[in-house]
């Protein structure tokens, strides 16, 4: 096969950042993707209706000309996060879900939740209105093992939420391990996960490979060999509950190779390429449409795009560096020949 056309696929995890990196970063997302659910973790982080429209007119000033790409808000939950404000997001029509994140697990995440359980209120809410919750689905105590967290939040906090509130749309973002994938596939529904495309491509020697890999650095870490195989499976099976979210994560380059460097992989600018390799090595090109086009909007409940693009087999080489005002963002498989890409829409 040398020419595969799609559905205009969307991705449902999508870190935008703001500032000099906004314009830098939106033009590969709005390239091959229709839409994608932007993550609100700034300083300060999108907490409500008002914030999320004004981040949303910055997005959308940050467009390529000429293009339609849409970004679908989220609100980032606190602890002073209010009914009303979950009642707000339910009847405007832009703001799509909300972000869970455990305090202290990701970049910009010092205002996320300590306790669970004093939020239930505003998760009876969104249960109610039928705002779906997105979950960094991580413990951050220190007596945990990092390449344990997702394992333990699943067991200590995800099946006490599915219990108590069984109505509510709920994603476990970037899933990472068998144990994620074992749970979405059997919980009753409404759940799905998202998988990055930087999960499914390598396990965690690739942190390592002839020294510390600091663009293969993200949260959650990459796991063993078992756990990537078990994603690429979810994602090739043609399971309605499994869709792509890429979790592309800008940093500037000097942030990344830090003494502290930051978590992310910035993904976007070959991710479809890069998922399609992925799908072609499992010998399951011909599900990568449902994965990336289909599975999300239908867990939404939004319309499926009209339009097309298509991918070609046609070999070339990532950018080594991607311009963000003074600084430069290493993009994801940088320099590398892919061979896969987005060739033109229909």
């Not at 339609?68 to 979950?86: A, H, R």
């Not at 311009?323 to 896969?340: D, K, M, R, Y």
Request: charge should be negative.
């Amino acid at each position: 096969m040398n020419r595969l056309e799609l559905r205009r696929p969307d991705d449902w995890h999508l870190h935008l950042r703001d500032g000099d990196m906004l314009p830098a970063v939106v033009p590969a997302s709005a390239r091959c993707f229709g839409r994608a659910i932007v993550m609100p973790n700034l300083k300060p982080p999108v907490r409500t209706v008002a914030d999320a429209r004004a981040y949303r007119e910055r997005i959308l000033a940050a467009r390529p000309e000429g293009s339609d790409f849409e970004p679908l808000m989220t609100l980032y939950l606190t602890e002073t996060t209010t009914t009303d404000d979950i009642r707000a997001a339910a009847e405007c029509d832009f703001v799509h879900a909300v972000k869970y994140y455990p305090a202290g697990a990701t970049t910009n995440s010092d205002s996320g939740v300590r306790n669970l359980e004093c939020v239930h209120p505003v998760i009876e809410a969104m249960e109610k209105y039928g705002l779906p919750l997105l979950m960094h689905g991580e413990v951050t105590d220190g007596e945990i093992d990092v390449f344990d967290r997702e394992a333990v939040f699943i067991e200590r906090h995800l099946e006490k939420l599915r219990t108590r509130f069984p109505g509510l749309k709920l994603v476990l973002e970037h899933a990472t391990t068998a144990d994620a994938i074992d749970y979405v596939r059997s919980a009753p529904e409404p759940i799905a996960a998202t998988i990055t495309v930087h999960h499914l491509m390598y396990n965690r020697n690739a942190l390592f490979d002839g020294g510390l890999r600091p663009h293969h650095y993200c949260l959650p870490l990459i796991k063993r060999e078992h756990h990537r195989q078990a994603l690429v499976e979810a994602a090739t099976s043609g399971n309605p509950r499994f869709f792509l979210g890429t979790d592309s994560a800008p940093h500037p380059k000097h942030a990344k190779e830090s003494d502290c460097g930051c978590a992310g992989i910035y993904s976007a600018p070959a991710a479809i390429e890069l998922y399609a390799a992925v799908f072609e090595a499992a010998g399951a090109l011909e599900r990568l449409e449902e994965f990336a086009s289909l599975h999300g909007p239908d867990f939404y409940g939004l319309p499926r795009n009209e339009d097309r693009i298509v991918l070609e087999r046609s070999p070339w080489a990532v950018p080594t560096g991607i311009p963000a005002g003074n600084h430069q963002i290493v993009p994801l498989a940088a320099g590398e020949q892919l061979a896969w890409r987005v060739k033109s829409g229909s």
